[in-house]
């Protein structure tokens, strides 16, 4: 059974970061994108950062220059930096990985920014 889990997440004051890591169970090789969604109370759970298995990357808009997605095949694990953090920046934030038939989805990670 393929599982995904996150950590990293917490509570942290504008303008800090924080780094989430998704660790799987099986070789992220197997996966031909791993990302990042996010969802705040009240709203809809949308892309923050994808990764393919080639290394391309695509962020929101809302994210780009301050957040960085990296993966780590030895360690089966990707990650997410988080700079320059503000509080709308607050949601739970979900692993996510595209298999060749299913979709793979963490249990979420909360990140709070504090203003």
């Known amino acids: 059974q393929v599982q995904l889990v996150e950590s990293g997440g917490g509570l942290v004051q504008s303008g800090g970061s924080l780094r989430l890591s998704c660790a799987t169970s099986?070789?992220?090789?197997?996966?031909?994108?791993m990302g990042w969604f996010r969802q705040a109370p009240g709203k809809q759970r949308e892309m923050v950062s994808v990764?393919?298995?080639?290394?391309?990357?695509n962020y929101a808009d809302s994210v780009k220059g301050r957040f960085t997605i990296s993966r780590d095949n030895a360690k089966n694990t990707v990650y997410l930096q988080m700079n320059s953090l503000k509080p709308e920046d607050t949601a739970v934030y979900y692993c996510?990985?595209?298999?060749?038939?299913?979709?793979?989805w963490g249990q979420g990670t909360q990140v709070t920014v504090s203003s």
């Open positions: 996510h990985a595209s298999g060749l038939i299913n979709d793979y």
């Open positions: 099986i070789r992220i090789s197997s996966f031909s994108d």
């Open positions: 990764i393919t298995s080639g290394g391309t990357t």
